[in-house]
């Protein structure tokens, strides 16, 4: 990120071409699907693949469990695609038997969209079979893989999916600034001209790379690099099932140790993903804010904000971070808990 790349630059260029191959070769997809990548926040990306993906007379259905899903199928109704929703319980995995059904009674819709890791719980869905029922309906499945890509295995070759929408700064521990979306070649070929907008065009940014290399609109040139450079930390920790085996690591540290201070957790095991972890809040006199603001004196920064229905807070345990950070937290959060039950003592 030092230097300073020309964003027209044949070296720059190039780097763009090694990214997107790194990308298509994550998700084993070399052979099938082409990484767009795309300036911006990860749900660029997901507006992006919705709007150039599902046809203009197709329709969406959204499998919902947070609030991911629900944003997905507000962008498509304000991009003016059909939209359907299933929707579940937050503490729920979408249930691949109800997603054949609805595919059953519903033969216009064209597309299905899945959140692979339901960030607003931590809650991992069930890909392989939900891939499969929407395959053996003869659906397309768009996958927000946003918070899952680099730490949950996504093999193509095996689980049928359209598109894989994600970004640099999540399980790939790149910088914020960059999405990409890894889309079957064959249908966003075919796409020309059906998204809705401009800079949010899948199809024209796909022909812009592959006509001369080039990004369509000013590059966000320091975050590519950061991202080459955060793909070789991934290859070096040992690929997907290292991080994801580290990420899950610390999950169950901080979700043992968390049990031992006296708070439950929101999911079950068994529904939890490697990459957040819910907490129930146990209400007065824990406060979370409080909580928040003496780590924070600490160095240490919690994820703020609650997404699920249920009163919870979050913390997060992906990143550059060990065992030994998450350990550090929660001394630090034994140390509150203790001094705030002083305090409601006195
Ligand atoms: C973070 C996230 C998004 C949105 O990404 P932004 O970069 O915040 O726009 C979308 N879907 C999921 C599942 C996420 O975790």
Redesign the pocket.
Known sequence: MDRDWGSRDADFVALSERVRRRLVALAQSEATHAAVPLQG????A?EAAIGTLVPRDGKLLVLVNGA?GRRAAEMAARMGRAVAVLECAEDRAVDPAAVAGALADDPAVTDVLL?H???TSGLLNPLAPVAAAVAAAGRRLLL?A??SFGAVPINLRETPCSAVMA?AN?CLEGV?GL?YVIAEAGHLAAMAGNSPGTSLDLHAQWRGFEANGQWRFTPPTHVLAALDTALDGLDREGGVAARGARYARHCEVLAGGLAALGFRTYLPPDLRGPVILTLRDPGPPFSFEAMYAALHRQGIVLYPGKLTGAPSFRIGCIGAINEDDIRRTLAAIGAFMRQGHQAAAD
């Not at 926040?41 to 660029?44: K, L, N, P, R, V």
């Open positions: 926040a990860g749900t660029f997901v991911y959140v890791l339901e960030t927000d946003m918070s970004s999540k914020p999405a």
